[in-house]
């Protein structure tokens, strides 16, 4: 069987992947290294590639794991790159996630998991069930503090215009963390929202086989 690469959104983990159904294929998730100190979102993903294994992988990302498959499909030949719920350039961030990143607000309040913050951030992430909502609190409560500040500070500031050759990107169209009207998705996922890979898990699994 094939095997896909999978790496999750901004502090997850191989469960966020636990829905989908692909056929022909196994998924492998390369789990978030710690960050080094001033390291470049390029030097991180040179590190990260170290975990793939096989020559010409597909690479799949959910979030900020899609931008860095694509950091990553800089570094190695990836003949398919699968995005979900992500994002393909600095270009399809938001205005105020740019604004945010110019004015260096991650910097000046930096993230913390406040519970009172819990129920607005579950409504940008589209996590609708207990499951889903635990799932996500499980996630900000666990993701080590200095690995969450330089990725949030990696998503505001990213400033990529490259795409690699092969590119899929799937997208649901009630997303409101990266809102579909700055996008351009090859597939698009109705009533999707930022966590559509739990909530819609069926057809997001139907695009990713239509894909591969």
Request: glycine content about 8%; charged content about 20%.
């Amino acid at each position: 069987m094939k095997k896909i690469y999978c790496i999750s959104g901004l502090g997850a983990d191989e469960r966020a992947f636990g829905r989908l159904q692909i056929k022909g294929h196994t998924m492998a998730a390369l789990p978030w290294l710690m960050p080094n100190p001033h390291e470049t979102i390029g030097q991180y993903a040179k590190r990260m590639s170290a975990g793939i294994k096989d020559e010409n992988p597909i690479l799949m990302g959910l979030s900020f794991g899609g931008m860095m498959s694509i950091e990553i499909a800089k570094i190695i030949n990836a003949p398919k790159v699968i995005l979900i719920s992500s994002i393909k350039s600095g270009d399809e961030l938001p205005a105020w996630l740019k604004r945010s990143g110019q004015l260096r607000l991650n910097r000046l309040f930096p993230m913390r998991s406040f519970k009172i913050m819990e129920p607005v951030q579950n409504i940008f992430l589209g996590a609708i069930g207990k499951d889903e909502k635990d799932m996500a609190r499980s996630y900000r409560k666990n993701a080590p503090q200095q690995y969450t500040d330089w990725a949030i500070n990696e998503v505001l500031n990213w400033r990529n215009t490259w795409q690699p050759p092969t590119l899929f990107h799937i997208h649901g169209d009630n997303d409101r963390m990266f809102p579909i009207k700055y996008v351009s998705p090859t597939h698009v996922v109705k009533g999707g929202g930022h966590f559509m890979i739990m909530n819609k898990a069926a057809q997001v699994s139907a695009a990713i086989n239509d894909i591969v």
